[in-house]
């Protein structure tokens, strides 16, 4: 019976705690983990990343078929960038992964109605966490849609977030607003 009262709480914290530790959205990239996405990205080619178990849990609302949006944290762009490269059967060079590993920012990308939106401006991505409300440093124009939506990349740094708060993502337009609840420890 001793040995039930202190193995239950270590077998608790084995089964569920060491995925989610293993999972988080990290700042900081090893040369290992920088390997591994940009061959896990080369097993998908192109879009088909998005449908992948670690595609889908960067993507919040309806992404990438509907309104919503993916977080592109640097394991994420090392990724979709070697599925993109993949789909031209090419590979990233060791110097492309040099640069998406370094990158001080990440990227929140929405796709909304292109419908009134003539800027990059008129649309607004706020993260939200508690109290704190965080503006990208720079937003801008993402791909344009065949369905009438426009993506757009909301560029924020690493060392403004808390990776382990709960987070609101709003995106407001002139006609619209809408709010996403993500988790980053979710993104990989």
């Not at 670690?54 to 090392?78: L, N, Q, T």
């Not at 979709?80 to 590993?101: F, I, Y």
């Amino acid at each position: 019976m001793q040995f039930e009262k202190w193995y239950l709480p270590v077998f608790t914290f084995v089964v569920l705690g060491i995925p989610v530790w293993c999972s988080a959205f990290d700042m900081q990239l090893t040369q290992e983990q920088i390997k591994e996405a940009n061959e896990y990205g080369a097993q998908y080619q192109g879009k088909e990343i998005f449908k992948s178990p670690i595609g889908k849990s960067a993507c919040f609302g309806e992404y990438p078929g509907g309104d919503g949006g993916v977080i592109m944290s640097k394991y994420m762009r090392i990724t979709v960038s070697s599925a993109m490269r993949a789909l031209k059967n090419e590979t990233l060079t060791p110097q492309d992964l040099k640069e998406l590993g370094a990158s001080s920012t990440f990227n929140v990308i929405v796709s909304i109605p292109d419908e009134n939106v003539q800027n990059p401006e008129d649309v607004q991505i706020v993260l939200v966490q508690g109290t704190n409300n965080i503006l990208p440093q720079k937003t801008e124009f993402g791909m344009k849609y065949k369905d009438k939506r426009q993506g757009v990349i909301g560029i924020f740094s690493y060392d403004k977030i808390n990776p382990k708060a709960n987070t609101t993502i709003m995106v407001k337009t002139r006609n619209d607003e809408k709010k996403f609840n993500i988790d980053f420890s979710d993104v990989k």
